[in-house]
Each structure stands twice: as structure tokens, then as C-alpha cells.
């Protein structure tokens, strides 16, 4: 029976409740499809940061480099500032890792009413891939003349030939497997430098796709477009801040974080690449049963797919789509009464079989 490493890291708030169903869900499907997930569960988070000043151990990252997958809850927790566990946990495994790809899938998931009302599950099918390892999150920048009337800070964006060209073509190969267009995002009338660069190097990987509709927009005007229009949007490529932001965006276009997955992935595959939920750790909600597991379990099942196990991976996402549209059990994001247990379970138990 074939087997995957898979470290665990929870993390903080409903990251570990979601991340519990999603193991559970996963297992599952592991067992019906026949293969094996070992997990390795780690304790990385801010809590343990508040004990031993690190989110994670001097050598973690190259105890995950041992792993096939890396499936990660949230970090974050109030008292612990937000760039202590971007900068100590996410961004280093994102970069050691060369998970320079986030793709961030976001579906209208039957049965559930969009704030666009009216829209069917078809309408509404659309990836954001954002880049994930330079762009506008640099450390490069200072703060000068600090508490004095001239005070300013610079905060630079960095993007290189090499980054842009990859995340742009991750995007033509994804279109061209999916049967659909790309969307660059730009915004070159006010970032004179930084994106004409982007377009121009969009511009110079389109060549190499002629099959594949293409055109680029400004990330504003994009953003509206998701709102209005967005059957027609499918592959949006974006740049890291863009992307964070579109993809949030979107999210919110489907009903909210609850149920939105994201990969950090590495096509490579040199590394591992890590799974997490679009969402942080929640902590106005964390502790009570009210977090919805749907977007850690599309996640896990982004994590089955990467692994090769298609046929799991379709299975965890049917019995989603299988337990919402029957609409029963639902957590109160979604517009009902169950908790993050008893979802995880309906979904726990359309993965074994015809309910
Ligand atoms: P958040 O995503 O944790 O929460 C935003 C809102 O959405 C809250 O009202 C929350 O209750 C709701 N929500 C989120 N996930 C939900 C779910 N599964 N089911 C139902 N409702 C859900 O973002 P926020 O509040 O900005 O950040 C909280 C903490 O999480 C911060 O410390 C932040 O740094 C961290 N964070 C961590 C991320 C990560 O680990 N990748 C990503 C985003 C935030
Ligand atoms: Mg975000």
C-alpha cells in the first residue's frame, strides 16, 4: 500500500479545530482509496512562541523537509503581533521551500446563495494564482528619522525576471488543463516600474500560448469585474499583495473564508508544499464549535491531488458538494445551527459512501 509522510502543523484557534476534521476526512478517503497518510503532528504556533520565543524550533525546517505535504491550520493569536508568525513560520517555509506558487481555487458550492444571489454553482469558477515568494512583501525598505517631524519609511517591492516568468507560465499551464483564460493583474499607471515589468514579461509568456485567451487588468477594475462579472473570470494570475487581496475578495464572492482553500505549492517538487486554508486562526470564534472546516478539508483534498491521488481528492470534494447541497448540516458562516464536529462528520461520512 503506497504512503505519504504528511507533517501537521496546526497552529492556533480554529486552525487546530479545522485541521482535526480535515485529518479525520482525509483518512477517510486515505482508507477507502487505498494508501496511507503518516502524520507527523507539530506544535508550531504562537502559542508555543509565547513559551519559547520561536514559533518553531531552529531546525524545523528541515524536519519538514522530510515530508511529502505539509498541511497547515493558522497561525495567530492576539498578543503575539502578526508579522512574529508570518515572518517566524509562513514566509520561511514559503520561501525555504520554493512554494513560489499560491493557488487559491474558489467555487459557488452548491446549495449555498452567494451575496450575488441568482448565480449558479457553474457561473462561479475561478483560481487565483498569486505569487508567493518576492513581489511587495520585501524586507527591503528602513524607517528614517524616527518620532521626528521628517520622519518617512520606504518599503520596496522586489520583482525579478525569473519570478514573474513562472508564476505567469503556472498560470497558461493551469488555463490550458482547465480549458480557460488567463487574467494578469495589473496596475501600471500607478506603479510606473514594477508593473509594466510584469506586463511586459506577461506579454512575452502569452506568445508562447496562442491557444489560450489571455488579457490583462487593472487590479481595481479586476476586482469589480470578480463582483459583476465573474463567469467571466477564471485564472487570475496576480502578484503577492494583489493576490492576497483578490483573493479574499473572491472568497468573500462565494460566501466567505469558511470555505476557501489555498496551496503553497512548489511545482517543482523539490520541496514540499504546504496546505492551508485561506483564513487565520479566527479568534472571536475559536474554541466554541463554530468554525467552519469546509475550507481546510477543500485543502486537504488540494493536498490529495498534489499527492497524485486524483480519485481521493475527487471524493473529498464530492462529499462536500454532497452535504451541502443537501443542506442539513451546515455551521452558522453558512447559515445554520452544527458545529465544526458534526460538518466534519456529515463529510467524513459521504467520503465512505452513498449516505
Ligand atoms: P481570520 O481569517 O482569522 O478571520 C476573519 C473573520 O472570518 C472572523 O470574523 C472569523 O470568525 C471568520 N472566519 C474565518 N475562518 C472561518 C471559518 N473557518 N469558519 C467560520 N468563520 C470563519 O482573519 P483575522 O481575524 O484577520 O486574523 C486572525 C488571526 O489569524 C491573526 O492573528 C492573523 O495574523 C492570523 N492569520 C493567519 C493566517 C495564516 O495562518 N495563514 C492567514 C490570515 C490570518
Ligand atoms: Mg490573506
Known sequence: MSGYRIACIPGDGIGVEVTGEARQVLDRAAERHGFRLRWT???????RYTRTGRMMPEDGLERLAEHDAILLGAVGFPGVPDHVSLWGLLIPIRRAFDQYVNL???RLLPGLVSPLAGREAADLDM?????????????????????TPDEFVVQQSVFTRRGVHRIIRYAFELARERGGAVCSATKSNGLVHSMPFWDEVFAEVAAGYPDIPHEQCHVDALAARMVLRPDRVDVVVASNLFGDILSDLAAAVVGGLGTAPSANVNPERRHPSMFEAVHGSAPDIAGRGLANPVAQILTAAMMLDHLGEHAAGAAVRDAVDAVLRDGTVRTPDIGGRATTGELGKAIRDAVSGPR
Open 41 to 47: 503532528e507539530f506544535d508550531w504556533s504562537c502559542e
Open 127 to 147: 483560481v487565483i494564482v498569486r505569487e508567493n515568494s518576492e513581489g511587495e512583501y520585501s524586507r527591503i525598505g528602513g524607517r528614517h528619522n524616527p518620532g
Open 104 to 106: 487559491r481555487p474558489v
